[in-house]
């Protein structure tokens, strides 16, 4: 019989005649596949208008076992096959025993078009409404069609920019594995999330899906803090939890940053939770710093708890804790009176971090803020700027405000090292080498003083502004140095350097000092060449040695 009287049979009332064809054609697929290849469309147009289970069973799994004879087929007659599955995803419920064939069936189908599915775009898009309607059934074929949105979403998340509204629908109608495909979805529909916040903070009280609720809850914080403000209590519970007790934490400080006052009244909890959740000692510190800037008292009342930390074990800890110690200090310096001993033996600890910020503290109580300090260089460049109008009245300042020029570099030395000399290298390459030598220079020392640590930099300009600082007062000379002294020798390197765009050299000049954005440009450079690994601020010496001299700790 030939197959086209076969296909026929398959669409005849009598059902013993259906079921003969359905056989004769499994039998043709057995012995050659690829004879019934020409036949696909007929066998896919006899899918969609048949009611006979039995066909929907045994033609779908002839299509299946074709495609596995064939590999182009889904390629070759992608839009029948998806036209196809529609047809059955919009006229079968698919949720009864009699019809779980015709979900068998669509699974069949979808897996002979997977390929030009998972690897071209444009078709995951053809079928992607498709998808969105099988995971409404109550039948495994759900399951089948998230098996192809799941990781598409992580891939590329814009696809599904506007079917937000069904996966949330999904989520709600009992298909609690997509509510990770919510967090991925996000930003392109926050409005929306907003209307199901109610909905959210349930899922957050269920261990199943708490984390992912809280994760999405954290960026919506993010982006608008006050809308959590009401369901503070709802999430009190959730920060004594190991799995949910960090994304809690993160909220809270969203929070805390516009409302402050908010936030207060849990922190007996907070507390009590960073007892036995060591990650919470890494992320709390900053809601109590937050909460204790709304004043001194608060501050005054929170800052023991702070301090008590800096004697747990784990100094990543001890790094955050400072900072927000910090942050309170320049409230009123007062604060830090019973602690600052405390705090002053962390300024040799071997953490660098650690060491910075506990330096910071004490500058803050000594009165040398970053504020101050950025005060005191304006001071320093508006009264050189007035005096200062020609090359000699620079070196007439100079020579008469050694003392001060002294005491000033000094603490700018603290923050940045000062090189102990300065070499230049042709106009072409505008490079320069700065080199540095132990402060201290035992008998084991790195770098003494025949064998510097040099490092490269192009921004001359800004070196150069150091060197004139430094040279008369004995702490960096400029090499080659020029016959009329260290002052000529820092004027004969900016007229070899500079262009034609760059100011004249007293224009230049006349404001000495770089600032603390300036300054700290710089101090990347030198962390970058390695320089921090190497050398440390002796505070006793008033110096920078390398580790061998002045290991860490020391």
Same mark, same amino acid.
């Given at each position: 019989?030939?197959?086209?009287?076969?296909?026929?049979?398959?669409?005849?009332?009598?059902?013993?005649?259906?079921?003969?064809?359905?056989?004769?054609?499994?039998?043709?697929?057995?012995?050659?596949?690829?004879?019934?290849?020409?036949?696909?469309?007929?066998?896919?147009?006899?899918?969609?208008?048949?009611?006979?289970?039995? @066909?929907?069973?045994?033609?779908?799994? $002839?299509?299946?076992?074709?495609?596995?004879?064939?590999?182009?087929?889904?390629?070759?007659?992608?839009?029948?096959?998806?036209?196809?599955?529609? =047809?059955?995803?919009?006229?079968?419920?698919?949720?009864?025993?009699?019809?779980?064939?015709?979900?068998?069936?669509?699974?069949?189908?979808?897996?002979?078009?997977?390929?030009?599915?998972?690897?071209?775009?444009?078709?995951?898009?053809?079928?992607?409404?498709?998808?969105?309607?099988?995971?409404?059934?109550?039948?495994?074929?759900?399951?089948?069609?998230?098996?192809?949105?799941?990781?598409?979403?992580?891939?590329?998340?814009?696809?599904?920019?506007?079917?937000?509204?069904?996966?949330?629908?999904?989520?709600?109608?009992?298909?609690?594995?997509?509510?990770?495909?919510?967090?991925?979805?996000?930003?392109?529909?926050?409005?929306?999330?907003?209307?199901?916040?109610?909905?959210?903070?349930?899922?957050?009280?269920?261990?199943?899906?708490?984390?992912?609720?809280?994760?999405?809850?954290?960026?919506?914080?993010?982006?608008?803090?006050?809308?959590?403000?009401?369901?503070?209590?709802?999430?009190?519970?959730?920060?004594?939890?190991?799995?949910?007790?960090?994304?809690?934490?993160? @909220?809270?400080?969203?929070?805390?940053?516009?409302?402050?006052?908010?936030?207060?009244?849990?922190?007996?909890?907070?507390?009590?939770?960073?007892?036995?959740?060591?990650?919470?000692?890494?992320?709390?510190?900053? @809601?109590?710093?937050?909460?204790?800037?709304?004043?001194?008292?608060?501050?005054?009342?929170?800052?023991?708890?702070? =301090?008590?930390?800096?004697?747990?074990?784990?100094?990543?800890?001890?790094?955050?804790?400072?900072?927000?110690?910090?942050?309170?200090?320049?409230?009123?310096?007062?604060?830090?009176?019973?602690?600052?001993?405390?705090?002053?033996?962390?300024?040799?600890?071997?953490?660098?971090?650690?060491?910075?910020?506990?330096?910071?503290?004490?500058?803050?109580?000594?009165?040398?803020?970053?504020?101050?300090?950025?005060?005191?260089?304006?001071?320093?460049?508006?009264?050189?700027?007035?005096?200062?109008?020609?090359?000699?009245? %620079?070196?007439?300042?100079?020579?008469?405000?050694?003392?001060?020029?002294?005491?000033?570099?000094?603490?700018?030395?603290?923050?940045?090292?000062?090189?102990?000399?300065?070499?230049?290298?042709?106009?072409?390459?505008?490079?320069?080498?700065?080199?540095?030598?132990?402060?201290?220079?035992?008998?084991?020392?790195?770098?003494?003083?025949?064998?510097?640590? $040099?490092?490269?930099?192009?921004?001359?300009?800004?070196?150069?502004?150091?060197?004139?600082?430094?040279?008369?007062?004995?702490?960096?000379?400029?090499?080659? =140095?020029?016959?009329?002294?260290?002052?000529?020798?820092?004027?004969?390197?900016?007229?070899?350097?500079?262009?034609?765009?760059?100011?004249?050299?007293?224009?230049?000049?006349?404001?000495?000092?770089?600032?603390?954005?300036?300054?700290?440009? %710089?101090? =990347?450079?030198?962390?970058?060449?390695?320089?921090?690994?190497?050398?440390?601020?002796?505070?006793?010496?008033?110096?920078?040695?390398?580790?061998?001299?002045?290991?860490?700790?020391?």
């Amino acid at each position: 019989m030939s197959v086209e009287k076969l296909i026929a049979d398959l669409s005849s009332p009598n059902e013993d005649l259906r079921k003969n064809a359905v056989d004769e054609i499994y039998e043709l697929i057995s012995a050659n596949p690829n004879e019934l290849t020409p036949h696909i469309r007929s066998f896919l147009k006899v899918i969609r208008t048949t009611s006979d289970n039995y @066909i929907f069973q045994y033609l779908g799994s $002839t299509i299946s076992t074709i495609a596995s004879s064939v590999p182009s087929l889904g390629t070759d007659y992608f839009d029948d096959i998806l036209e196809t599955v529609t =047809v059955l995803t919009e006229n079968f419920a698919m949720d009864d025993e009699s019809e779980g064939f015709v979900g068998i069936c669509a699974i069949g189908l979808l897996e002979t078009i997977r390929q030009p599915i998972t690897t071209d775009p444009r078709k995951f898009i053809e079928a992607l409404p498709t998808f969105f309607k099988l995971m409404e059934k109550d039948h495994s074929v759900k399951y089948s069609a998230m098996g192809y949105v799941s990781p598409m979403v992580s891939r590329s998340p814009r696809i599904f920019k506007d079917y937000v509204p069904q996966i949330f629908d999904l989520v709600k109608g009992g298909m609690t594995e997509m509510i990770s495909l919510l967090w991925e979805l996000y930003k392109f529909n926050p409005p929306f999330y907003e209307e199901n916040i109610d909905f959210l903070l349930q899922m957050a009280k269920d261990v199943n899906y708490s984390s992912i609720a809280l994760m999405i809850l954290n960026e919506m914080a993010k982006k608008n803090s006050t809308i959590m403000n009401p369901y503070i209590k709802d999430l009190k519970d959730t920060i004594h939890s190991p799995h949910t007790a960090s994304s809690s934490i993160m @909220i809270f400080s969203e929070i805390a940053r516009n409302n402050p006052e908010l936030i207060q009244p849990i922190l007996p909890e907070i507390q009590e939770a960073m007892e036995y959740n060591n990650t919470l000692k890494m992320m709390a510190p900053n @809601i109590f710093g937050l909460v204790g800037r709304m004043s001194v008292k608060i501050a005054a009342e929170l800052l023991p708890f702070l =301090v008590e930390l800096l004697d747990d074990p784990d100094h990543n800890v001890h790094t955050v804790t400072l900072m927000e110690i910090r942050n309170l200090g320049e409230m009123d310096r007062s604060l830090l009176d019973p602690y600052i001993e405390k705090i002053r033996t962390l300024e040799d600890d071997p953490q660098e971090y650690i060491r910075d910020q506990a330096k910071y503290i004490v500058d803050i109580y000594e009165g040398r803020t970053v504020r101050e300090f950025a005060a005191a260089i304006d001071d320093h460049n508006k009264r050189i700027s007035e005096m200062v109008h020609s090359y000699e009245d %620079l070196k007439a300042y100079v020579d008469e405000n050694v003392s001060e020029l002294k005491e000033f570099i000094s603490q700018i030395a603290k923050k940045l090292p000062i090189p102990s000399e300065f070499s230049t290298e042709g106009r072409i390459r505008k490079t320069m080498k700065l080199h540095f030598t132990c402060g201290m220079q035992n008998d084991r020392c790195l770098y003494p003083s025949d064998r510097s640590f $040099t490092a490269e930099t192009k921004a001359w300009n800004k070196w150069l502004k150091i060197a004139l600082s430094a040279v008369k007062i004995g702490a960096a000379v400029i090499h080659p =140095v020029a016959a009329g002294g260290a002052v000529d020798a820092v004027k004969d390197v900016y007229e070899v350097y500079r262009t034609k765009d760059d100011a004249d050299f007293i224009s230049y000049i006349s404001q000495p000092f770089l600032t603390s954005e300036e300054q700290d440009n %710089l101090i =990347v450079q030198l962390r970058k060449a390695r320089f921090f690994d190497i050398f440390n601020y002796n505070a006793q010496q008033g110096n920078w040695a390398c580790l061998m001299c002045n290991p860490p700790g020391s």
